[in-house]
């Protein structure tokens, strides 16, 4: 989980166990991608033996992880009978935890969203949240056979653990990312979960479900109550040592700017962040920017005057984000309205010169995220769908 770094445990070294593991989310993967494969196809494409796949296809049936379609027709021998993925195979769900509301989703073996919910809160602890969240697992639990239900995965906002940036100012959780708090979550479902980073769910979900479909690298910035960036590196997210890898909400951009909370001054996250725009309106910065109809005229001067701040701001950290990480794009998405986002992509325009300047890019260096509202609570649930799917799983998610 988050707060504990990576182990210092030898990658190289095996055992059987972890092998026949790793194979099934090899042919899982292989079918997920392909759409439709054969024992055929598989052997072919893996590299596995044919009595491996064998075995793990006849273990996957048995679970209900694949679907069996009616046999090709051949001249001679045994048809070939094609597998899919069974969407009833296997369910997560996700949690987005936000400051002032918790979006709960389920989704299938296939990534589909088979079921919503949207409670209100005001920034619970774990405590207060948990007899939310069990109610939210039960009524999900109940529209699924509970054996096929695979974890749960939670996303809220971060840096988690960090000594004087974790539990400060209304853009933080505190209370949330203890081992402690997800054991018992854990003890009371008898269910795995997992803990992400708001940016980082988000990553996932629009490489999934938006428009970073198909891309290897890229950066999601995350403009929640607060603000943080999803890296989406060599294919694979990247979440740091400590899982606060893209956090780049205290990068001063502003020498001797705005007092921040986590006591210093010009941090990135004064300037591009919900709480930035809701004191750019008048409105206190724990207040829930929901409760605002920004399309009414008596904000526009205040949307302005945040947009005049939060721009040369977001142009300083996608230079930083460029030169750092050659991104084929960068994405920007979260809890603002897509009109308020698409102003502050426009207005970034001209971006600094950076690495990125480049003639032969296929997309543009700065666009808007398209995966919707549901975007980290898909990501959260589908890190669980795989860790069960995902040979690479270790890199998607570190458990
Ligand atoms: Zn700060």
Redesign the pocket.
Same mark, same amino acid.
């Given at each position: 989980m988050q707060t504990s770094s990576k182990s210092n445990k030898p990658t190289t070294g095996t055992n059987l166990e972890h092998a026949r593991l790793h194979n099934r989310r090899v042919v899982l993967e292989a079918i997920r991608q392909a759409g439709r494969l054969t024992r055929a196809d598989l052997t072919r494409l893996t590299s596995l033996t044919a009595q491996t796949i064998s075995n793990i296809v006849a273990e996957l049936l048995s679970e209900s992880k694949l679907s069996v379609h009616a046999p090709e027709k051949t001249a001679r021998g045994q048809p070939p009978i094609p597998l899919s993925i069974n969407p009833d195979g296997g369910f997560s769900i996700g949690f987005h935890v936000e400051q002032h509301q918790i979006v709960a989703v389920l989704l299938d073996l296939k990534g589909v969203t088979r079921g919503r919910r949207v409670h209100a809160v005001s920034y619970p602890t774990f405590a207060e949240a948990l007899p939310l969240l069990l109610k939210c697992i039960e009524w999900f639990r109940r529209k699924v056979s509970a054996e096929r239900l695979l974890g749960i995965g939670i996303a809220l906002p971060g840096p988690f653990g960090v000594a004087g940036m974790s539990a400060v100012g209304p853009t933080s959780m505190p209370g949330w990312d203890d081992e402690q708090s997800l054991a018992l979550l854990r003890e009371r479902t008898g269910l795995p979960v997992l803990m992400e980073n708001d940016a980082t769910a988000a990553a996932m979900g629009e490489r999934l479900y938006g428009v970073a479909g198909g891309l290897r690298d890229f950066a999601y910035l995350f403009v929640g109550h607060g603000l943080g960036s999803g890296l989406y590196l060599d294919n694979r997210l990247y979440s740091g040592h400590w899982r606060n890898a893209g956090e780049i909400?205290?990068v001063i951009v502003v020498p001797n700017g705005k007092t &921040?909370?986590?006591g210093?001054r010009g &941090?990135l996250?004064?300037y591009v962040s919900g709480a930035s725009l809701l004191e750019h309106l008048g409105v206190g910065a724990d207040q829930n920017l929901s409760d605002l109809d920004l399309t009414d005229n008596q904000h526009a001067a205040g949307i302005e005057r945040w947009l005049a701040e939060a721009v040369p701001a977001l142009r300083h950290a996608i230079n930083v984000l460029e030169s750092l990480l050659d991104p084929e794009t960068m994405l920007v998405g979260g809890m603002l309205s897509n009109d308020i986002l698409a102003r502050l992509i426009d207005q970034s325009f001209p971006l600094y010169p950076s690495v990125s300047g480049r003639e032969d890019r296929a997309h543009a260096r700065l666009q808007l995220g398209t995966a919707g509202p549901d975007c980290v609570a898909l990501g959260a649930a589908a890190l669980v769908v795989l860790a069960e799917l995902s040979p690479d799983y270790q890199a998607l998610l570190k458990a």
């Amino acid at each position: 989980m988050q707060t504990s770094s990576k182990s210092n445990k030898p990658t190289t070294g095996t055992n059987l166990e972890h092998a026949r593991l790793h194979n099934r989310r090899v042919v899982l993967e292989a079918i997920r991608q392909a759409g439709r494969l054969t024992r055929a196809d598989l052997t072919r494409l893996t590299s596995l033996t044919a009595q491996t796949i064998s075995n793990i296809v006849a273990e996957l049936l048995s679970e209900s992880k694949l679907s069996v379609h009616a046999p090709e027709k051949t001249a001679r021998g045994q048809p070939p009978i094609p597998l899919s993925i069974n969407p009833d195979g296997g369910f997560s769900i996700g949690f987005h935890v936000e400051q002032h509301q918790i979006v709960a989703v389920l989704l299938d073996l296939k990534g589909v969203t088979r079921g919503r919910r949207v409670h209100a809160v005001s920034y619970p602890t774990f405590a207060e949240a948990l007899p939310l969240l069990l109610k939210c697992i039960e009524w999900f639990r109940r529209k699924v056979s509970a054996e096929r239900l695979l974890g749960i995965g939670i996303a809220l906002p971060g840096p988690f653990g960090v000594a004087g940036m974790s539990a400060v100012g209304p853009t933080s959780m505190p209370g949330w990312d203890d081992e402690q708090s997800l054991a018992l979550l854990r003890e009371r479902t008898g269910l795995p979960v997992l803990m992400e980073n708001d940016a980082t769910a988000a990553a996932m979900g629009e490489r999934l479900y938006g428009v970073a479909g198909g891309l290897r690298d890229f950066a999601y910035l995350f403009v929640g109550h607060g603000l943080g960036s999803g890296l989406y590196l060599d294919n694979r997210l990247y979440s740091g040592h400590w899982r606060n890898a893209g956090e780049i909400g205290h990068v001063i951009v502003v020498p001797n700017g705005k007092t &921040c909370y986590c006591g210093k001054r010009g &941090c990135l996250e004064r300037y591009v962040s919900g709480a930035s725009l809701l004191e750019h309106l008048g409105v206190g910065a724990d207040q829930n920017l929901s409760d605002l109809d920004l399309t009414d005229n008596q904000h526009a001067a205040g949307i302005e005057r945040w947009l005049a701040e939060a721009v040369p701001a977001l142009r300083h950290a996608i230079n930083v984000l460029e030169s750092l990480l050659d991104p084929e794009t960068m994405l920007v998405g979260g809890m603002l309205s897509n009109d308020i986002l698409a102003r502050l992509i426009d207005q970034s325009f001209p971006l600094y010169p950076s690495v990125s300047g480049r003639e032969d890019r296929a997309h543009a260096r700065l666009q808007l995220g398209t995966a919707g509202p549901d975007c980290v609570a898909l990501g959260a649930a589908a890190l669980v769908v795989l860790a069960e799917l995902s040979p690479d799983y270790q890199a998607l998610l570190k458990a």
